[in-house]
């Protein structure tokens, strides 16, 4: 999505089956999996430069670059790293400009935004739970990009003290911390309301009993570490304060 957003889509010759973003993407030559693409098929491409990202394809990126492929990862895990990454990513494809008029943009955004969150006292802030996922139930905690923009759309992450980025996180901790809001980072069918109060306990939450629980934004402009987070810090300080 970076290298889409810095204008080069013609120079694009292959993708995984997972890139589905701008349209464009699902034309490009698929490489196979995330984790487990068609090397092969990426030979037979023939590359100048490969991008990767974090541990997921560490297997991968050692394989690549045993046969002497030029390979960048960017696995940013904060805002200031991603945009450590887009310059990066600017200057191996010759669009430095282009991708300092996208830092630029986006630091903007965060600014606005963020102003106006600090505008609340701290204690005013609604508490919100990031639900990363549901089974077992996963939550993002402190140095994750997404901590970093749940905080700059004005909310105070209950699971901030969490010492990792992402992991593991008790229902019961959820209950105790009585967020005042709740939002799923994945989209769902099922009433997102209707699906968390069947869990033992969770009725007595404020975000439930006032209705604050939102599975509509859409996961990627939350969980992917690229232009869009934009997207996602625009519409969770909507939903923080409507």
């Known amino acids: ?9 013609s120079e694009i010759v292959g993708v995984s089956q997972f890139c589905d973003y701008p349209e464009a993407a699902l034309a490009k030559e698929r490489v196979g999996a995330f ?17 990767c990202t974090g541990l997921e394809q560490a297997p991968t990126i050692e394989k690549l670059k045993q046969l002497n492929l030029k390979v960048c990862i960017s696995d940013p895990s904060n805002f200031k790293e991603l945009f450590e990454s887009i310059a990066e990513i ?37 508490k919100v739970f990031v639900e990363i996922w549901h089974s077992p139930l996963m939550t993002a905690g402190e140095g994750s990009f997404v901590d970093e923009l749940f ?15 992402f992991g593991y996180f008790s229902p019961e901790a959820v209950i105790r911390r009585n967020p005042d809001c709740i939002i799923l980072a994945y989209m769902d069918k099922e009433n997102a309301r209707e699906a968390l109060g069947r869990r033992l306990g969770w009725n007595r939450i404020a975000a439930m009993k006032s209705g604050r629980v939102y599975n509509d934004i859409n996961s990627d402009w939350l969980l992917r570490p690229g232009p869009r987070l934009i997207d996602g810090l625009k519409e969770v300080h909507k939903r923080l304060y409507p």
């Open 1 to 9: 999505e970076i290298i889409f957003a810095l204008g080069l889509d």
């Open 35 to 51: 984790s487990q693409p068609n090397i092969e098929k990426i030979i037979s491409l023939r590359p100048d430069i490969i991008f």
């Open 90 to 126: 600017g200057n191996l494809v010759g669009r430095e400009d282009q991708a300092a008029r996208l830092i630029t943009e986006m630091k903007e955004s965060i600014k606005m935004i963020s102003s106006q969150a600090n505008s609340v006292p701290r204690e005013k802030r609604p």
């Open 151 to 165: 905080t700059s759309a004005g909310g105070v992450n209950i699971a901030q003290d969490m010492k990792k980025p």
